[in-house]
């Protein structure tokens, strides 16, 4: 059974760093594209970066040159380096099995979530 378990958030000021992790399972982490999606209050699922199988990457315009994604397919983590965070990078953030690069919305209905990580800045 596929499992996707997020840790590293918590509350900072802006201006601070954060990194976050994801442990997978259940699935053979290093043949699949991953990405980081956010849904801030009251808002919907937004897309923030994705990583291949081949180290390629992708970020969001609103995060790029802020946040770094990586993968150790070793050990089934996946990473978010997170900079220079500001109150707007607010929001819950979840890993996912799945490219959605580019994508405009996000319906959470025909993919595995976690829990997700509590990210919150202030200001």
């Known amino acids: 059974q596929l499992q996707l378990v997020e840790s590293g958030g918590g509350v900072v000021q802006a201006g601070d760093s954060l990194r976050l992790s994801c442990v997978a399972s259940?699935?053979?982490?290093?043949?699949?594209?991953m990405s980081w999606v956010r849904q801030a209050p009251g808002k919907g699922r937004e897309w923030v970066s994705t990583?291949?199988?081949?180290?390629?990457?992708q970020y969001a315009r609103s995060v790029k040159g802020r946040f770094t994604i990586s993968r150790d397919d070793a050990n089934k983590k996946l990473y978010l380096q997170m900079s220079s965070l500001k109150p707007d990078d607010t929001a819950v953030y979840y890993c996912?099995?799945?490219?959605?690069?580019?994508?405009?919305?996000?319906?959470?209905?025909?993919?595995?979530w976690g829990q997700g990580t509590q990210v919150t800045v202030s200001s």
């Open positions: 996912v099995k799945a490219d959605f690069a580019w994508y405009a919305t996000i319906s959470p209905l025909g993919y595995d």
């Open positions: 259940g699935f053979t982490f290093a043949s699949y594209t």
């Open positions: 990583i291949n199988p081949d180290g390629r990457t």
